[in-house]
């Protein structure tokens, strides 16, 4: 299973397969790969910022920021799940049965409320009161090399591939057939928690100067 606990801050970048090509040499010179494995998630949004305008239909009213939730499971094995609430640089997960789930996408909720679980609970607010609904669904190989000594980790993304059919979230043989014929993107991103070594920042330069900033 390939999953991480992020630290406070991340950036994320597009990179060229050159640009990956060379990451993953340098990399792997440097330090072990930590894990390696195929990533399944399905991200909520919420339509109610897009329809909601201020006087005369301006720019919308100024609110608390939201927490974003989103779904995943590893190594094509829905058996296991995570759902995710990120809220501004803080990440919260819970587990969820591949049953939850699948009732979840069926439009059943009220499981939500029964686990007594804060995560959960919050969850619900957001489908009920906040109009979150599934939007994209991904499907990509990550490979993440952790630096020893420092708080940071790098992970490199391939394969990147989305579809909107989120109900065939859980089945892996379906997401491959609704992503058919797709060119995946390659990512890099890194999650540090205050600082960036020089060192770091510039194997990273001289390995990927064509990338593009996504986050």
Known sequence: MTTTHPYPHRMQYQITQ???????TRLSAA????????????????????????????????????????LHYFDNDPSYLLLERRLEQD???????????????SGETDWLLERRNPILHDFHSGLTE?????QVLLTYHREIYTLDGLDLWVALDSDIRASLQHMDFLDP???ARDTAGQEGRLLMEISYSSVIPDHVLCLLEETAPRRKLLA
């Open 91 to 105: 990440s919260d997960t819970v587990m969820m049965t591949e049953a939850e789930c699948r009732a979840l996408l």
């Open 31 to 70: 330090v072990p790969e930590d894990s390696a494995g195929d990533i399944h998630t399905l991200l909520f949004t919420s339509y109610r910022n897009r329809i909601s305008a201020g006087p005369a239909g301006g720019l919308p009213a100024a609110h608390e920021p939201e927490a974003r939730f989103s």
């Open 130 to 134: 906040r109009m979150l609904l599934p």
């Open 173 to 175: 043989e379906l997401l």
């Open 18 to 24: 050159a640009d990956y090509s060379a990451l993953r």
